[in-house]
C-alpha cells in the first residue's frame, strides 16, 4: 500500500502541536493511521516559524504516514509551510478550504506524490464542497465542525445543527468517488460515552474517519469505524450467493428471501474491502 492509499484508507487521524515536539514520539508511537502535525490553531503565532522547523526536522525520521496542517492561505506562514510539507514528503491539511482556487494555490507539482486533506469549516467551504472535491490534489474532504459551529452560531454539540452540513460533505466525498469524508474533533477527551455518540452519529451518516486530539481516542475511534462482525458475515454472504447463484439459471439472486441487486453487491463489496484494514 502506497503513503496515499494509506492516507485514503485512513480512520484515526491524531493531531500534535509542532512546537510541542516533546510530544512527537508519543503521538509516531500511538498506533494512529495517520499523525497530523499542526502548524496552525494549536500554534501561536511566535512560534510559528519554529514549529515549522520542528517539523522538517521529526519529517526525516518519520516511520508512519503523516500530514501537516498548515497555516492558511491568506497568512504570512503559509507559502513556507506548504514547501516545508512537500520538501518532507508530508501529505497536507488545508485549513479553512473555501473553494478550488484555494488548493491550486499551493502550487503543488502534480508529480510529488503530495495529496491534500481539504479541511472544510466555514459556511462557504461547506457549499463549494462539491467543486473543492474534484480538485485532482485532494483526497479526503474532513470536517471542522467548531470553526463551523461558531460562524453559524450554534452549539458544535448539538448534533442536528450541524447535520446538513455533514450529510453535504459526505455527498460531496461520494459525487467525486473520494473516500467518506473525516468528522470533527471530540471535544471531552475522556468521555466515553461522548465519544461513542459522535462516532455513532458520524458512520451513520457515511463519514469513514475522524479527528483525534488525544490518544485515548483512538481504540475507540477505529473500532467504531471497522465492520462490525454482523457486518463482515452479512456481506461475505451476499458475495457467496451472488458467486454461487451466477449463471445458474440466469435469474435474480436472492438471499433470506431478500433480491441482491447491483447497489447490495456494492455495498458487500465495500464492507469486505474495509474488513482487509481492520
Known amino acids: ?12 487521524f491524531l493531531f500534535v502541536p509542532g512546537n510541542r515536539p516533546d510530544r512527537f514520539d508519543k503521538a509516531l508511537d500511538a ?32 516511520h508512519v504516514p503523516v500530514v501537516v ?7 504570512i506562514w503559509h507559502d513556507d509551510d506548504v514547501r516545508a510539507a512537500v520538501a518532507g514528503g508530508a501529505h497536507i491539511m488545508l485549513p479553512k ?21 481539504a479541511l472544510i469549516e466555514t459556511p462557504t467551504g461547506v457549499l463549494n464542497a462539491v467543486q473543492i ?32 452540513a455533514r450529510a453535504h460533505l459526505v455527498l460531496a466525498s461520494a ?5 467518506g469524508p473525516i468528522d470533527g474533533v471530540t471535544q471531552a477527551v475522556r468521555d466515553e460515552d461522548a465519544l461513542d455518540a459522535d462516532l455513532c452519529h458520524a458512520k451513520m451518516l457515511g463519514f469513514t474517519g475522524k479527528l483525534c486530539i488525544h490518544p485515548a481516542q483512538l481504540p475507540q475511534t477505529r473500532q467504531s ?10 456481506s461475505a454472504r451476499v458475495l457467496d450467493a451472488v458467486t454461487s447463484q451466477a449463471g445458474a439459471d440466469g435469474g435474480v439472486t436472492v438471499l433470506d428471501g431478500k433480491m ?19
Open 31 to 62: 498506533g494512529a493511521d495517520v499523525v497530523v502535525f499542526d502548524l496552525e490553531d494549536a500554534v501561536p503565532p511566535g512560534e510559528k516559524v519554529s514549529a515549522r522547523q520542528h517539523i522538517i526536522d521529526v519529517l526525516r525520521r518519520v
Open 97 to 117: 478550504a473555501e473553494a478550488p482556487w484555494t488548493i491550486d494555490a499551493m502550487g503543488i507539482p502534480s508529480d510529488s506524490g503530495v495529496r491534500v486533506v
Open 260 to 278: 441482491i441487486d447491483a447497489p447490495v453487491i456494492k455495498r458487500a463489496q465495500l464492507i469486505q474491502a474495509a474488513g482487509v484494514f481492520t
Open 133 to 164: 472535491a474534484r480538485s485532482p490534489l485532494v483526497a479526503r474532504l474532513a470536517f471542522g465542525s467548531l470553526d463551523l459551529a461558531a460562524a453559524l452560531g450554534v452549539d458544535p454539540d448539538h448534533r442536528e445543527a450541524l447535520v446538513a
Open 1 to 12: 500500500m502506497t503513503v496515499a492509499e494509506a492516507l485514503e484508507s485512513a480512520r484515526t
Open 175 to 179: 459525487a467525486d468517488e473520494l473516500p
Open 69 to 75: 496542517r498548515i497555516n492558511g492561505v491568506e497568512t
Open 225 to 234: 469505524f471497522a465492520p462490525t462482525a454482523d457486518e463482515l458475515r452479512w
